[in-house]
């Protein structure tokens, strides 16, 4: 099974930027569409963002289009979340996550088609 270990998170104050890092322990890393979900206190679970497993589509939540950018490194196992003009709205623990099917052609963005989810980074953006 492949562990995940997202880093980076952190407090941030209003308008600033932080990247977060997803390491997978596999090398099949490179075979999956990979994800970026978040949870905020009081509420339900939320998908952020996706790419798909060859890095060349990008779908992501309205709450963050335009702010926040997936992108992947298969060399290195990585996946990373830049986010940018931060907002208060956007403090929740963060989660990544590989998808269940191997090579899919689309984009998931249901947390159903999700097999391997990280233990998450708390990011806080204070006002």
């Known amino acids: 099974q492949v562990q995940l270990v997202e880093s980076?998170?952190?407090?941030v104050q209003a308008g600033g930027s932080l990247r977060l890092s997803c390491?997978?322990?596999e090398r099949t890393f490179s075979n999956y569409a990979?994800?970026?979900?978040?949870?905020?206190?009081?509420?339900?679970?939320e998908f952020v963002a996706v790419i798909h497993?060859?890095?060349?589509?990008?779908?992501y939540a309205d709450s963050v289009k335009g702010r926040f950018t997936i992108s992947r490194d298969n060399p290195k196992n990585t996946v990373y979340l830049q986010m940018n003009?931060?907002?208060?709205e956007d403090t929740?623990?963060?989660?990544?996550a590989t998808d269940r099917r191997f090579q899919r052609a689309g984009l998931p963005i249901a947390q159903f088609e999700y097999g391997n989810w990280g233990q998450g980074t708390q990011v806080t953006v204070s006002s």
Do not use: D, H, I, N
């Open 53 to 59: 497993w060859s890095g060349s589509s990008t779908y």
């Open 8 to 11: 980076g998170g952190g407090l």
């Open 23 to 25: 390491a997978a322990s």
């Open 85 to 88: 003009s931060l907002k208060p």
């Open 92 to 96: 929740a623990v963060y989660y990544c």
């Open 34 to 45: 990979m994800g970026w979900f978040r949870q905020a206190p009081g509420k339900e679970r």
